[in-house]
T-cell receptor, first 122, second 112 residues
Framework: DSGVTQTPKHLITATGQRVTLRCSPRSGDLSVYWYQQSLDQGLQFLIQYYNGEERAKGNILERFSAQQFPDLHSELNLSSLELGDSALYFC?????????????????????FGPGTRLLVL | QQQVKQSPQSLIVQKGGISIINCAYENTAFDYFPWYQQFPGKGPALLIAIRPDVSEKKEGRFTISFNKSAKQFSLHIMDSQPGDSATYFCAARSSYGQNFVFGPGTRLSVLP
């Protein structure tokens, strides 16, 4: 058990709908990452938050958005869902960033992954 | 330049054998190279990681070999066991970079 929790475990919805995936990081971790894993794309980084602020953006569609709340849990919102959005969505957490928040700040490397949310869009 | 290439796509090894998975990268700014193990229905779990200031790191039956000049690194699983059957992902990151880049994964099957 990584200490990262994700809900729901499974989600079935229809095209055009909107869903929210939730992630609670390990106790003490300030950084949260979201990943999408599909059969043909592998693990794709979507977005990272650090202590409530967006830190990095990857291959995240405009239809998707995320936020990290003051209690450090994070939500990933997927809207106008398409069939191709069906995938496993993982959240990971890490301690955070050392060396401050400027250009010289460094990401703590070790990420702990949650069990994932399996999304099926019909 | 952000890609990490991984091979083979799948690997079948007899129990007790050595499993070898290879990865290659292009971005010389990468300075942290973890390997993740993922069982079906579970999230990836960090297995072992290496920084480019060493050429090898060993933890139990798992060894990472790193060749900085060739920009390649590999995972060796010694005395492979059926319980090692999983998908393995290599990854890379720059400490000052924005995100991890993952390889496409290798599905390992260890036959009893």
């Amino acid at each position: 058990d990584s200490g990262v929790t994700q809900t729901p475990k499974h989600l079935i919805t229809a095209t055009g709908q909107r869903v929210t995936l939730r992630c609670s990081p390990r106790s003490g971790d300030l950084s949260v990452y979201w990943y999408q894993q599909s059969l043909d794309q592998g693990l794709q980084f979507l977005i990272q938050y650090y202590n409530g602020e967006e830190r990095a953006k990857g291959n995240i569609l405009e239809r998707f958005s995320a936020q990290q709340f003051p209690d450090l849990h994070s939500e990933l919102n997927l809207s106008s869902l398409e069939l191709g959005d069906s995938a496993l969505y993982f959240c990971a957490s890490s301690v955070g960033i050392i060396g401050g928040r400027g250009l010289k700040s460094k990401n703590q490397e070790t990420q702990y992954f949650g069990p994932g949310t399996r999304l099926l869009v019909l | 330049q952000q890609q990490v290439k991984q091979s083979p796509q799948s690997l079948i090894v007899q129990k007790g054998g050595i499993s070898i998975i290879n990865c290659a990268y292009e971005n010389t700014a990468f300075d942290y190279f973890p390997w993740y193990q993922q069982f079906p229905g579970k999230g990836p779990a960090l297995l072992i990681a290496i920084r480019p200031d060493v050429s090898e790191k060993k933890e139990g039956r798992f060894t990472i070999s790193f060749n900085k000049s060739a920009k390649q690194f590999s995972l060796h699983i010694m005395d492979s066991q059926p319980g090692d059957s999983a998908t393995y992902f290599c990854a890379a990151r720059s400490s000052y970079g924005q995100n991890f880049v993952f390889g496409p994964g290798t599905r390992l099957s260890v036959l009893p």
